[in-house]
């Protein structure tokens, strides 16, 4: 980062015992420390909020992406078959191709296997127990 190699750490750290003296290094390096801890804290933040920024630009561009291409396809495909119709009024249109209306039963399956009927196991009461 700041190409600083061993020979100058050495001459830096020699200086620094030479000016702050054996007895103070202790809590100079604390300091030092603190000070380090709080600028990376800042730039990490910092740097949150940048990529933060960034990735709401581009969610913003793929949403306009987006409405641009389903325009597209609106415009290549209106809207008018029975299929599309019901889609939009909320009505499930039949596997044959008629509309039922909003919120009407199915009819029934032909052929369709009867339900399953609860069978009680013998190890298991077929009534549920009596509070006393």
Same mark, same amino acid.
């Given at each position: 980062?700041?190409?600083?190699?061993?020979?100058?750490?050495?001459?830096?750290?020699?200086?620094?015992?030479?000016?702050?003296?054996?007895?103070?290094?202790?809590?100079?390096?604390?300091?030092?420390?603190?000070?380090?801890?709080?600028?990376?804290?800042? %730039?990490? !933040?910092?740097? @949150?909020?940048? +990529?933060?920024?960034?990735?709401?630009?581009?969610?913003? =561009? /793929? $949403?306009?992406?987006?409405?641009?291409?389903?325009?597209?396809?609106?415009?290549?495909?209106?809207?008018? %078959?029975? !299929?599309?119709? @019901?889609?939009? +009024?909320?009505?499930?249109?039949?596997?044959?191709?008629? =509309? /039922? $209306?909003?919120?009407?039963?199915?009819?029934?399956?032909?052929?369709?296997?009867?339900?399953?009927?609860?069978?009680?196991?013998?190890?298991?009461?077929?009534?549920?127990?009596?509070?006393?």
């Amino acid at each position: 980062m700041f190409d600083i190699g061993w020979d100058e750490m050495l001459f830096t750290a020699i200086v620094a015992i030479v000016v702050i003296g054996p007895k103070d290094m202790p809590r100079a390096l604390r300091t030092a420390g603190q000070w380090i801890g709080k600028m990376r804290r800042v %730039s990490g !933040h910092f740097r @949150a909020g940048i +990529e933060t920024m960034i990735r709401e630009a581009e969610l913003e =561009e /793929m $949403e306009k992406e987006w409405r641009e291409k389903n325009a597209a396809i609106m415009a290549q495909h209106p809207v008018g %078959s029975a !299929h599309a119709e @019901a889609a939009l +009024e909320g009505a499930d249109p039949g596997l044959n191709g008629t =509309e /039922m $209306e909003p919120g009407a039963a199915e009819p029934p399956l032909k052929d369709a296997p009867p339900l399953p009927v609860e069978v009680a196991m013998p190890d298991q009461p077929s009534t549920p127990p009596k509070a006393e």
